[in-house]
């Protein structure tokens, strides 16, 4: 095991040694601190007195006891051989000569970081003998930062630090008293140097040209200044400290450099930076952070050509100027930039609009991210305490002497006619006018074609955006714009993420044309409270989109029927946030596109229901409704979440003013059952008139006792209603079923084929239908068709023959009833138990009932003897009422029944 580590916890009275108990703890937290690690595991032993240590194990590798007081070192008896990480920073430790030191870096020979920063060890050569770290030399990191600096000048400090053959980052505070000898020439691993910038009357004020002249391999240098607030005693001053001037030529030495730091140096100015910049071509440099130059209460500076000219002959990739107070720059001045830089930050500075704002960016081809936040942020609006500054004329002098180089050459690099362009304010009026006439903008060789599928005619101005081609984010929050967000064009189409949140875009219409490749909007905190439905059309990549802390409850598109089209393109989004926008309802249609969205947030805002299906949201896994004002969901509410439940959905209802009665108690039943797609559910309360109940699970169980017997007499009393009211229609449709079917087909034939009733005819198509099983056949068209038809003359009805084709058999038998005089049936076995047939029969009698006025036009003919008990009661009814013949047994009786029949007929 390469590491294993000891932990150690502190009790009032004595150390609690945890060799024994916690033994195989030790072994896998692979640390050795006096931290809290685990709640419950270990103690925060930070600022207890420790004036003495336990036993370390054996195999320890890394000690933290920072910030505990410590007033002297630890023994080597407390501390293992194998120690590479020491941390003593934080501390009361004033000396580093003392014996227990010496012995112990005599101890440690593979220790490979040293932190002693913030103790009390003045940086004094008497303090720091030669030897002290002779055995150090696999050291590669040391921390001195923090400690006191003395009027005495430590020029012997290369000797201390030259037995570190190893070193590659050392931190220590800057100071004129400090300087950097020919040791330091020899540590060919120091790659990194830290000079903070510490306060105190022997802080350091310049650096002289030859200052870095021994540490010609450093790759990153952090000349920073440290800032310490106390909100306490709001003192501020600190900020105040470190650089006063740096010379050219120091940072030309350092041609390894990739890594720059000059932050917070409030008195160092652009003249200081202006010296830096000169330097960096002699350098690798890659990043360069030169943030708060300035006093944050002085004058307003301009930023001109001559400034950062020479980064144009660097490999420079990422650039942070934030924080200097600029509100002008030299018109041009851009085309300084190099064409490696990737990243570029003007945060917190003073711009204001100008010529400059409108020029193109074409050589800065690499560049991917531009952050231009907090424009014009004036004293009354910051965060912080304004200090003095202690050297306004000087900041007046340095604008002076840099102002003396204005209209210097430019780079030969940018084109001569685009410059003049920029200079030209009719240059975007002539925009304007190629944009509504569809046409193609073209400037310096490149052409932009003004294409937009939404319609522009509403458009006075086109807003054009000359952007870097490669551009992907923008970062314009609290920049001071509005009051509208017009039509927007961006001269490159590579963008993917733009933040103008905190701006004063109180309407948003749009379109914003040329981002098809945009996947992060944020226009959060602009008090926007109109929106045009077209505002987002053309953003057809967009992922994830904030609109939170506007006033978007109270525009006007959320009452018109286009609200459907707000959304209607973003169907890759996957990120909503419509947050503190003080909505009380949504559009049913307002989501209906959003199918891959993942996120949706609608907290803080006044929803009182539900009303948006879920249903195509498959991709849904968490909704946000907290702090809104529902008391409780509708049963249709309910309904439509719970149409977006998936295995991965989750709600939050938190932070609502739920109540707890009858009216919602189906609610609560809702919440109980589906509580495990409530996000902190447990933290659920509502309002109750019981006192001392207020989460959901004791709210629930008082509500079934007070509201189970009403709902259980409610529901009972619905049911048997419905129960009583279905049986009852089942009922009487089915008594009058035949009626039901009669009056259907003549209303069909009276809609759709036309229908005369009897009494208008002169006579009927046939003189009788004959109703007959399929086995009965034979007898129908020998002998009742030969003696009715060809011997009596009669016109009969024969369903085989007469019905027509093409048409339903219920629509054939109805016409052929409608249109014969008489019916006759032919009862047999084979009668009885054809569906068909017992449909004729009732069809007839109610045609007879309805239509006949009760006449007697139906005619029984039994054919076979069939026992009374099998004959259908509705057959015996019609015998007691109509006529109805026995076919006789005997062939000499059938010429009486043929008559008999033949006169029933007629």
């Not at 013949?885 to 005997?890: A, H």
Request: aromatic share 12%.
């Amino acid at each position: 095991m390469d590491k294993i580590v000891f932990i150690w916890m502190v009790n009032i009275f004595n150390f609690n040694f945890l060799a024994g108990q916690n033994s195989q703890q030790c072994t896998t937290e692979k640390r050795c601190q006096c931290k809290e690690v685990e709640p419950g595991l270990l103690a925060d032993c930070s600022g207890l007195n420790l004036d003495f240590y336990p036993r370390f194990f054996d195999g320890i590798v890394t000690i933290d006891v920072s910030y505990n007081k410590l007033k002297d070192f630890p023994s080597t008896i407390d501390v293992p051989t194998t120690l590479k990480h020491l941390n003593l920073s934080g501390n009361l430790l004033r000396r580093i000569d003392t014996d227990k030191s010496r012995k112990l870096f005599s101890h440690i020979n593979d220790l490979a970081s040293l932190n002693l920063s913030s103790n009390l060890i003045p940086l004094d050569p008497n303090v720091y003998p030669a030897d002290i770290f002779m055995n150090l030399t696999k050291l590669k990191s040391l921390d001195l930062t923090r400690n006191n600096i003395t009027s005495v000048e430590f020029r012997t400090l290369d000797h201390v630090i030259k037995p570190l053959v190893s070193l590659e980052m050392f931190a220590i505070d800057g100071s004129e008293k400090i300087s950097f000898g020919v040791g330091f020439g020899t540590l060919k691993y120091l790659w990194h140097l830290r000079l903070y910038g510490s306060c105190n009357r022997n802080r350091l004020l310049t650096i002289g040209k030859d200052y870095f002249d021994n540490l010609s391999n450093l790759r990153t240098l952090d000349i920073s200044s440290e800032i310490t607030r106390n909100f306490t005693t709001m003192d501020w001053t600190t900020s105040l400290c470190s650089l006063f001037y740096i010379h050219r030529g120091a940072i030309s030495k350092l041609s390894h450099l990739k890594y720059l730091d000059i932050s917070y140096n409030r008195e160092l100015g652009l003249c200081g930076f202006s010296n830096i910049t000169h330097d960096l071509p002699s350098t690798q440099i890659k990043i360069f952070r030169a943030n708060y130059l300035h006093c944050n209460a002085g004058p307003s500076v301009t930023l001109f050509c001559d400034d950062i000219k020479p980064l144009t002959n660097t490999t420079l990739e990422e650039l942070y100027f934030d924080g200097n107070n600029i509100d002008f720059a030299q018109t041009g001045v851009l085309y300084y930039l190099p064409v490696s830089l990737k990243r570029l930050t003007l945060r917190s500075n003073r711009w204001i609009q100008n010529r400059y704002t409108y020029c193109n960016t074409f050589g800065l081809t690499n560049l991917t991210y531009l952050d231009i936040s907090d424009m014009n942020i004036h004293q009354i609006s910051s965060d912080e305490r304004y200090v003095d500054c202690l050297n306004f004329f000087r900041i007046i002098n340095c604008e002076k002497l840099r102002s003396s180089s204005f209209g210097t050459s430019l780079n030969p690099r940018v084109w001569e006619a685009c410059i003049e362009q920029c200079l030209k304010p009719q240059t975007i009026e002539n925009f304007n006018a190629q944009t509504k006439r569809g046409e193609v903008y073209e400037t310096s060789n490149i052409s932009y074609p003004l294409t937009c599928s939404t319609p522009i005619s509403f458009a006075t101005n086109v807003n054009m955006f000359f952007v870097p081609r490669n551009l992907e984010h923008i970062v314009m929050n609290n920049s001071r714009l509005g009051h509208t967000l017009s039509y927007i064009y961006f001269a490159s189409s590579n963008l993917k993420s733009l933040v103008l949140s905190h701006n004063q875009f109180y309407s948003l219409i749009g379109p914003i044309c040329n981002a098809t490749k945009l996947k992060y909007l944020d226009l959060s905190n602009n008090r926007c409270s109109y929106l045009s439905p077209y505002v987002f059309r053309e953003l057809i990549a967009l992922e994830k989109l904030i609109l939170d802390n506007n006033l978007i409850g109270s525009a006007q598109i959320l009452q018109e029927k286009n609200v459907r089209d707000l959304f209607s393109m973003q169907l890759k989004l996957k990120e909503l946030s419509l947050a503190s926008n003080g909505i009380k309802f949504l559009p049913t249609e307002i989501f209906r596109n959003l199918k891959k969205i993942r996120l949706l947030n609608l907290s803080k805002n006044q929803l009182s229901d539900w009303n948006v299906n879920l249903e195509h949201m498959r991709h849904l896994i968490y909704l946000d409704l907290s702090e809104n004002q529902i008391l409780f969901l509708s049963d249709s509410g309910m309904a439509l979440i719970g149409s977006g439940f998936s295995k991965i959905f989750t709600i939050d209802l938190s932070i609502n003013p739920i109540q707890c009665n009858c009216d919602s108690y189906s609610f609560i039943l809702w919440l109980i059952k589906c509580k495990e797609k409530f996000k902190k559910f447990k933290q659920y309360t509502c309002s109750l008139m019981k006192p001392n109940i207020t989460d959901i699970p004791n709210a629930n169980i008082y509500l079934t006792k007070k509201c189970s017997s009403y709902v259980s007499l409610t529901v009972l009393a619905i049911n048997f209603i419905i129960c009583f009211l279905a049986l009852l229609v089942i009922v009487i449709i089915y008594r009058n079923r035949w009626k039901l079917r009669y009056w259907y087909y003549i209303a069909k034939r009276q809609y759709f084929r036309g229908y005369n009733r009897v009494a208008d005819e002169k006579r009927y198509r046939f003189d009788a239908f004959i109703s007959y099983a399929d086995e009965d056949r034979i007898f129908v068209t020998k002998s009742v068709k030969t003696k009715l038809e060809e011997e009596a003359g009669l016109r009969l009805c024969i369903h085989h023959r007469d019905f027509i084709p093409g048409c339903d058999i219920a629509d054939n038998i109805i016409n052929a009833i409608h249109q014969s005089r008489k019916v006759i049936f032919i009862i047999t076995e084979a009668f009885l138990k054809s569906e068909w047939c017992m449909y004729e029969l009732n069809m007839a009698h109610t045609e007879n009932v309805i239509s006949r006025q009760g006449t007697n036009m139906l005619i029984l003919v039994f054919k076979e003897d069939i026992p009374q008990n099998r004959i259908p009661q509705k057959i015996q009814q019609i015998v007691q009422e109509e006529v109805y013949l026995d076919f006789p047994d005997d062939i000499e009786d059938e010429v009486i029944f043929w008559n008999h029949l033949t006169r029933s007929i007629l």
